[in-house]
């Protein structure tokens, strides 16, 4: 049962236009969201996460948007680059209780970023 | 620092055959974990340890088992392997499991298992 879903497998993009990636969960227990980044042959780098608490997080050209009623988030990417082009996954976690650190990704959205 | 490292990065089997996969980190992380990546279907969690000493099971702990005896270490093992855990098999770790110390990956094991 798949708990933080992402239901665009992959998204194109010309260079210098707004990217956003969306991601729905459905665990009301998860109260910390990240993003992470992944180039071909390469691990999973931490991109950009947000807090329960908070609604936005921003990081120069990269902000998460956080709608808890919908159980939503969104990453935006703006300008988009090239050098952006990469698989996004969303995970989520809750910070407490027995599974305190294991995080529960969606299947991940493969944006390509065209000159 | 090197970060979290695996070897091997590739590895081909036969059915039956068993195999260790090691993670190593030098960031003196409390928690290590094992991942696995299929086509479609996102990152998923085996196995974890919350220190030395510990393991735990995750979301896919079938077929696979692990060992942190050191707490820079940590291995998973293929007893009998099968070509469902055709794979690519990530390991991470963390300070601890609080979600503000984020999970460093390793570069991956591509495995095939024939």
């Known amino acids: 049962d798949q708990q933080v879903k992402q239901n665009s497998p992959s998204l194109s993009v010309q260079e210098g236009r707004i990217s956003i990636l969306n991601c729905d969960y459905t665990?009301?227990?998860?109260?910390?969201f990240l993003w992470y980044k992944k180039y071909p042959a390469e691990g999973p780098t931490f991109l950009i996460s947000i807090s329960s608490i908070k609604d936005k997080n921003e990081d120069g050209r990269f902000t998460v948007f956080l709608n808890k009623s919908a159980k939503h988030l969104s990453l935006h990417i703006v300008p988009s680059q090239p050098g952006d082009s990469a698989v996004y996954f969303c995970a989520a976690l809750a910070d407490r209780g027995s599974t305190l650190g294991r995080l529960y990704f969606g299947r991940g959205t493969q944006l390509t970023v065209w000159p | 620092n090197a970060g979290v490292t695996q070897t091997p990065k590739f590895r081909v089997l036969k059915t039956g055959q068993s195999m260790t996969l090691l993670c190593a980190q030098d960031m003196n992380h409390e928690y290590m974990y094992w991942y696995r990546q299929d086509p479609g279907m996102g990152l998923r969690l085996i196995h974890y340890?919350?220190?030395?000493?510990?393991?735990a099971k995750g979301e896919v702990p079938d077929g696979y088992n692990v060992s942190r005896l050191k707490k820079q270490n940590f291995l998973l093992g293929l007893e009998s392997a099968a070509p469902s855990q055709t794979s690519v098999y990530f390991c991470?770790?963390?300070?601890?499991?609080?979600?503000?110390?984020?999970?460093?990956f390793g570069p991956g094991t591509r495995l095939t298992v024939l």
């Open positions: 665990n009301s227990m998860f109260d910390y």
């Open positions: 991470a770790s963390s300070y601890n499991g609080r979600p503000y110390n984020e999970q460093f």
């Open positions: 340890s919350v220190g030395e000493g510990t393991t």
